[in-house]
Nanobody
Framework: EVQLVESGGGLVQPGGSLRLSCAAS????????IGWFRQAPGKEREGLSC????????YSTDSVNGRFSISSDNAKRTVYLQINRLKPGDTAVYYC????????????????WGQGIQVTVSS
């Protein structure tokens, strides 16, 4: 059974940092790319960052580049999203997803999705 399980979310003050984790199981990790997305209330799901597991090549959208950083620990089959200098506008449900192959900017047709985790930025 394929599973993607996010963790590390919660309530954070503006300016703070979080590291989200995405633990993957049930598929050949090295053959996939893992992406992070978020969806705020009333907004469309937004792609954030992606990492191709086979060669660690990463991609991040311009809107988060510099504050968001994606990385992976292949031995643990886990992908991380480090978020720094959090803003109230970062409040959303964050999802990780897996797609066979490599990262393609703008791609949304991922094969597997996690259940999502809430990140709330508020003082």
């Amino acid at each position: 059974e394929v599973q993607l399980v996010e963790s590390g979310g919660g309530l954070v003050q503006p300016g703070g940092s979080l590291r989200l984790s995405c633990a993957a199981s049930g598929f050949t990790f090295d053959d996939y790319a893992i992406g992070w997305f978020r969806q705020a209330p009333g907004k469309e799901r937004e792609g954030l960052s992606c990492i191709s597991i086979s060669d660690d090549i990463t991609y991040s959208t311009d809107s988060v580049n510099g504050r968001f950083s994606i990385s992976s620990d292949n031995a643990k089959r886990t992908v991380y999203l480090q978020i720094n200098r959090l803003k109230p506008g970062d409040t959303a449900v964050y999802y990780c997803a897996a797609v066979l192959g490599r990262c393609i900017p703008g791609r949304r047709d991922y094969d597997y999705w996690g259940q999502g985790i809430q990140v709330t930025v508020s003082s």
